[in-house]
Structure formats: C-alpha cells, structure tokens
Nanobody
Framework: QVQLVESGGGLVQAGGSLTLSCVAS????????MDWYRQAPGKQREPVAR???????YYADSVKGRSTISRDNAKNTVYLQMNSLKPEDTAVYYC?????????WGQGTQVTVSS
C-alpha cells in the first residue's frame, strides 16, 4: 500500500503564493507520473498539473503560467508552487500517483484564497 501525504495548504490573500508538497511512502520512480488535482465545493475533481517519470510537465489552462510542478526523487516528494493565487483557486488539492496497476490518492490539503 502506498501512502501519499499532502501539506502546505492554508489561507492566503489573492495574489499570494503557496507551495504544496506531497510525500510518498515509497520511491516515486515506481510511478509513471505524479499529479495534482483539486476539487472546489460543489464541483468535480479536476486535474491541475502532472509531472512524468521522465520529467515532462503538463498544466491545466487555469493554472498555466502561474504554477510549477516539480519532483525531488531523493525525498520521494512532488511539489506544486502556485503564484498569483485567485479566489477561484480555492479548493482541496490532492496528490495522485499513477502506476500500471492502480492510482493512489492522498487525503488532500485545503487551499483558501481570500479576495
């Protein structure tokens, strides 16, 4: 069983920045990709960013240019740096690890952006 633990969420004013972290209980080299998703109240969970095992990155249009996903393989950790935060970025942010057998999810970390 794989454990993913997110941290770094909180309350921030619009225009501010946050860096989310996701620590995996085993080497992230064992996953084909690591993703960040988010779910706002009353909305479906949506993808935010992805980093593949090869280091390629992908971003949702809503965060492109404002966010950076990165990975520290030695620490089994994936980060999501978010800048110029907007109230519409308010959501629970989840980390997901993709493997050939199944995907693993963390419990999420709340991000609240005040206007």
């Amino acid at each position: 069983q794989v454990q993913l633990v997110e941290s770094g969420g909180g309350l921030v004013q619009a225009g501010g920045s946050l860096t989310l972290s996701c620590v995996a209980s085993r080497s992230i080299f064992s996953f084909s990709a690591m993703d960040w998703y988010r779910q706002a109240p009353g909305k479906q969970r949506e993808p935010v960013a992805r980093v593949t095992i090869g280091g390629s990155t992908y971003y949702a249009d809503s965060v492109k240019g404002r966010s950076t996903i990165s990975r520290d393989n030695a620490k089994n950790t994936v980060y999501l740096q978010m800048n110029s935060l907007k109230p519409e970025d308010t959501a629970v942010y989840y980390c997901k690890a993709d493997s050939s057998n199944r995907d693993y999810w963390g419990q999420g970390t709340q991000v609240t952006v005040s206007s």
